[in-house]
């Protein structure tokens, strides 16, 4: 909004203290947001004494990378102890395919959704919205019937079809409200040119996708890396994406309990998100309020 | 004659592309659709039947009736599970919201390093429950988490056993879906904040508001489309809460803190009983729909009226 | 170059009739506008014409060949858009050609033509740049630019000018006549702007409603309009309407106009030349008097001795609006406001009463009831 504090007759002892405490509000928040992680990196970064013997606050005495290392290869998630790698790595193999085609078939469906309108093309945009709100719990048992009689059950593959089925509705709703605010002319003049369906798609509308490409890439790799619901119920052992993996190392009772090992592997399971979040935030944000206010 | 001209230049007829140029956007909608029909119609079609049968391990299909939601609303972990549902999704959404709403306002006060802390209180929604649950779970526990710390600093008498005490245990959901899902929030307010027209707040300045008028009044009144939308958002959240619960307390102690998403899960997956699970899933769906069907109509019709 | 023929074209949108059967031809060469308000179909005809629009029943034919199913790429049309539809992502020099790389046109023939528009519209020094660095107007000569390239049997216009502001718009209109008149391309122009189909069209069709009111030269259009709506939209300011009632009067046919000058009823009697004698079977009847404010001016006796044509009355001056080269004299005639164009050095105070002439061979009268001309 308009600064009104710099408008005359804005400057007063009041405003003075009204600003103090606005900036202790955000600072005492900001820290709300930011301590779980500077404790989780810190407890990270100890050895188990230095955790049992000092606090949740205080910094670890020397940086030790062990529990990560250990997090990484060694730790045993259920019987098997191979660490976090393995799995970190079905989840890459399941996120990059069900992220990129998820995205091409929301691309190419808003596109005819909104430029080649049929009759009835709108219905069939809100049976397919209709994906978005479902609890996915009325979809789960009959979809683990479904992979197992595809032969696809506990591997990537089946998750990746999961993931690119359910992650449709979004990536439709995303295409869809973006390509609605180009303007229908610049297709008319298209086709007059005499470029056809996919002429079109590819010359004129692909060129003018990037902000929403970048949004709906951002919506999708954080909704299918952090998913745990199909992992838990469609995988097991070694098809498990790494939220399995993760909650399944925290919650192995047996031997000690190394709770150094717990934040490592949490912080390499939420790597890459923050890497892309840090890198395109500003997308993220963007996407975030264009995906959900408008749609 | 002018047949004949009619011949020379038109080009020929092709039926074959003639028919695909004018399906084309109907044959590339087809997959997508296809898939909706099948795995969300279909599926939902499925569990909904299945809901009314006897099935155990295996789905049977002899029509039972409402056997299975009486059986479920008998049941003590399904009415603790929507009671959970009910405390946890309302402090959750209240908390959420208001928090959200006062840190856009907050941000919007020309402050310094706003992109910083707009960053700060954005990043949890970066990160997988699982993550947030683990982390939470090590900052609350008693043993090494805040308690020990306040004891650490001289305040000895300080307790703080939410997590293992079945009373609060649901509590300490509402603290960590808070931490993760307020920037979310925050962010959609600041978004409508910064669309709000400034020249309505100068008219309003003019006239001598002051600026806790100007928001109460003028400005919050107009961003009622996106309490809506959070309240929205955040009830399907709830609903659908599963990996927090997972993470941060396994439902314990006890049953105190499962929310209908593990039930189902319990009863599917782990108990061999899936004519519950679906029945549950089924009251899921019903749950969600009551909120989404109104909220989508009011939208729909709002649209068709402006 | 190509005639154009709609026969009985109709389209409907579920039960709402947007065109009610509409028939224009159109020679060769010939520029055609579609003049009305939004919402009166004229764009739906355009795209119809154009192929982006299915015709519910009719014909439309290019060149005598019935064109109804054929895709637009096929109909060698085209078009200008009101939102000049510029492709963002390409360079001007890109925009341009890109109806010729579809067609598939060798790359060299394709610069040598896109060259040669570009140069014709002065756009040539930007070739290279993005339409979002392009001002309004040159957005629009590019637009131009990419129908001209292509060389195609019939130029299509949807409100091209709309977006400019008012001085662009009257040059841009220039250029727009000035292709016409050295392509020789036949054109249909789409406006709501009745100055542009007056100065650019050979022939204008006024739609309302999804019916044509009347398919003429702007000349005709403007001096013989066929019923009250073409004569209020045609025109500015517009026709002055007056009720009035046909009488005889000494053997002459005239109409009779009823008026309230300083609380006192009275009537002013205006004959009509002799060759309205037509008009006799209306004596005694209501009927509707349209007089172009630029019929009526100022008394001159030279010019009435002149022109058997001219009546002249005195009447009370209510408002003056100066416009430098002519005032609008706002007087009170048969209980309506009407509008004359009186030279500045010949008007009076407002409240005075001055001495008007009205050339009534310019005159149109219309039904009452069916605002048809009479």
Known sequence: ?295 | ?306 | MASLSIQNVKKSYGAIEVLKGIDLDLEDGEFLVLLGPSGCGKSTLLNMIAGLDTITDGEILIDQNVVNDVHPKDRDIAMVFQSYALYPNMSVARNIGFGLEMRKVTKEDREKRVDEAARMLQIDHLSDRKPAQLSGGQRQRVAMGRALVRDPEIFLFDEPLSNLDAKLRVEMRTEIKKLHQRLGTTMVYVTHDQIEAMTLASRIAILREGEVQQFASPQEVYEKPANMYVAGFVGSPPMNFVPAAVVSEGGKLGVSIERTANGNRSSVFLALPNDRQDIGDWVGRNVILGIRPETLTHRSDAEISLNKGLQAFDCQVEVLEPTGADTLTYIELGGREVIARVNPYNTTEPGETMAFMVDMGKASLFDPKTELRI
């Open chain 2, 1 to 306: 004659m002018m047949s004949l001209m009619t011949q020379k230049t038109i080009p020929a007829k092709q039926p074959l592309s003639d028919w695909f140029r004018r399906n084309v956007a109907k044959l590339v909608v087809a997959p997508t659709f296809g898939l909706i029909i099948f795995f969300v119609y279909g599926f939902i079609a499925w569990t909904g039947y299945v809901s009314f049968t006897k099935s155990k391990m295996l789905p049977t299909y002899s029509f039972e009736g409402f056997y299975q939601y009486i059986r479920l609303w008998k049941m003590t972990p399904w009415n603790v599970a929507m009671e959970n549902l009910l405390v946890f999704g309302s402090l959750f959404i209240l908390i959420a919201i208001v928090l959200g709403c006062l840190l856009a306002i907050a941000l919007d006060q020309k402050v310094r390093a706003e992109g910083v802390l707009r960053t700060v209180y954005l990043y949890p929604m970066a990160i997988s429950f699982i993550i947030t649950g683990t982390a939470w779970k090590w900052i609350l526990n008693p043993g090494l988490g805040i308690q020990s710390l306040m004891q650490s600093w001289g305040w000895e008498s300080f307790a703080f056993d939410w997590l293992i005490n079945s009373e609060m245990a649901v509590y300490t959901l509402v603290i960590a879906a808070v931490w993760q899902s307020s920037g979310f929030v925050m962010a959609l307010f600041l978004a409508a904040l910064r669309g709000v027209d400034s020249e309505i707040i100068k008219a309003a300045y003019l006239d001598g508001a002051s600026l806790s008028r100007i928001y109460l009044v003028i400005i919050l009144p107009t961003l009622r489309p996106v309490f809506l939308s959070c309240f929205f958002i955040l009830t399907h959240m709830a609903v659908k809460s599963f990996d927090l619960v997972v993470a941060l307390t396994g439902g314990g102690p006890g049953y105190s803190t499962i929310m209908p998403a593990n039930f189902m899960y319990e009863m599917t997956f782990r108990r061999n009983q899936i004519g519950l699970g679906a029945a549950s899933a089924m009251m899921m769906l019903a749950t969600v729909m009551a909120i989404v069907i109104p909220y989508l109509y009011s939208e729909l019709r709002e649209k068709k009226n402006g």
């Open chain 1, 1 to 295: 909004m308009a600064d009104l504090s710099a408008l005359p007759g804005g400057k007063s002892p009041w405003q003075s203290a009204a600003r103090f405490g606005l900036y202790t509000l955000l600072l005492i928040f900001a820290a709300y947001y930011i301590l779980p992680l500077i404790v989780v990196l810190s407890t990270s970064l100890k050895d188990l004494d230095e955790i049992r013997n000092g606090t949740l606050l205080s910094l670890p005495s020397e940086i030790n990378f062990d529990a990560w290392g250990y997090a990484w290869n060694e730790a045993c998630i259920g019987v098997s102890c191979t660490g976090l790698k393995p799995y970190f790595w079905n989840s890459v193999a399941m996120t990059i395919p069900a992220v990129l085609i998820s995205t091409l078939l929301g691309a190419l469906t808003g596109y005819s959704l909104t430029k080649f309108k049929f009759k009835g093309a709108n219905l069939i945009f809100a049976m397919i919205l209709f994906g978005c709100f479902i609890p996915f719990q009325v979809v789960l048992l009959p979809m683990a019937q479904s992979l197992g009689y595809l032969r696809i059950a506990n591997t990537v593959p089946g998750l990746v079809l999961v993931h690119i089925v359910y992650g449709l509705p979004f990536t439709v709703l995303f295409f869809r409200n973006y390509y609605v605010n180009i303007p229908d002319d610049l297709i008319k003049a298209a086709t007059i040119d005499g470029a056809g369906f996919f002429m079109i798609f590819w010359r004129i509308m692909l060129p003018l996708s990037p902000p929403i490409i970048v949004v709906t890439i951002i919506w999708q790799f954080t909704q299918i890396w952090n998913d745990f619901l199909f992992g838990a119920s469609f995988t097991t052992g070694g098809g498990q994406p790494v939220t399995v993996a993760l909650n399944n190392l925290v919650n192995t009772t047996t031997g000690v309990k190394r709770y150094n090992v717990d934040m490592a592997a949490a912080l390499i399971t939420a790597a890459p998100t923050l890497v892309v979040y840090v890198l395109a935030g500003r997308y993220f944000v963007r996407g975030l309020t264009a995906g959900s206010v408008k749609g």
